[in-house]
């Protein structure tokens, strides 16, 4: 069966660049979540979208935006990287209140 | 603010032991409450998940875990483990009226069975 995509799996950047992420949600799935898991820590809460509009908002940094496109699939677009950001960003995907449904994770670090 | 509570980092077993894990959290109102595995290399999946009703949740792969309200507890359990239950194990938290995806995650125990 089909599953969350992330692309790309792993990224390196510098402080200060860009970084966008990009999450493929399981067909027919209306719902979009972002997840931030530094190392060693629980995954905490950044954003989701419903049906392409923004849902629910968690400790999402301001440096960083999200949006859902047309064709579902979402973007998280990171800028002004710190090296705090280095993580592994999860997205999941979900329909109605089914239970969500988690990607590979992209695994960011920043030097 | 909730919070989550997982009281072991890192557990280790042979097979065939038992298994409990805690997950205690903070929150006044009404909660669901989800368990998560992650196995190594692999994506967190849902094990076994509370919403209301029968306090002892069945998941799957054996796994049972049991809501006592008056602890504020969620403690997972497997009578019998298995080598490939090697994973790290996740506690969440959600407010009964939040959306779907705003959990809170405890930071997690890592389960090492040993063959």
């Known amino acids: 069966a089909a599953g969350v995509i992330q692309s790309p799996r792993h990224l390196i950047k510098e402080k200060r660049e860009t970084a966008t992420l990009k999450c493929y949600p399981i067909?027919?799935?209306?719902?979009v979540y972002w997840y931030q898991q530094g190392p060693g820590q629980d995954p905490q809460f950044l954003i989701s979208?419903?049906?392409?509009?923004?849902?629910d908002k968690g400790s999402i940094p301001d440096r960083f935006s999200a949006q859902q496109f047309s064709d579902y699939h979402s973007e998280l677009n990171m800028s002004s990287l710190e090296l705090g950001d280095s993580a592994l960003y999860f997205c999941a995907s979900s329909l109605e209140n089914s239970p969500l449904h988690f990607g590979n994770g992209t695994r960011l670090t920043v030097t | 603010a909730q919070s989550v509570s997982q009281h072991n980092h890192h557990v280790i077993l042979s097979e065939a032991a038992s298994l409990e894990l805690g997950c205690n959290y903070s929150y006044g109102g009404t909660v669901n409450l989800f368990w998560y595995v992650q196995y190594p290399g692999q994506h967190l999946q849902l094990l076994l998940k509370y919403f209301s009703g029968d306090p002892l949740v069945k998941g799957i792969k054996g796994f049972e875990a049991e809501f006592i309200k008056s602890k504020f507890s969620f403690n997972l359990r497997k009578p019998s483990v298995q080598w490939s239950d090697t994973a790290e194990y996740f506690c969440?938290?959600?407010?009964?009226?939040?959306?779907?995806?705003?959990?809170?995650f405890g930071k997690g125990t890592k389960l090492s069975v040993k063959p």
């Open positions: 969440a938290v959600k407010d009964y009226g939040g959306s779907q995806g705003n959990l809170i």
């Open positions: 979208f419903y049906e392409k509009m923004q849902s």
């Open positions: 067909p027919r799935h209306d719902t």
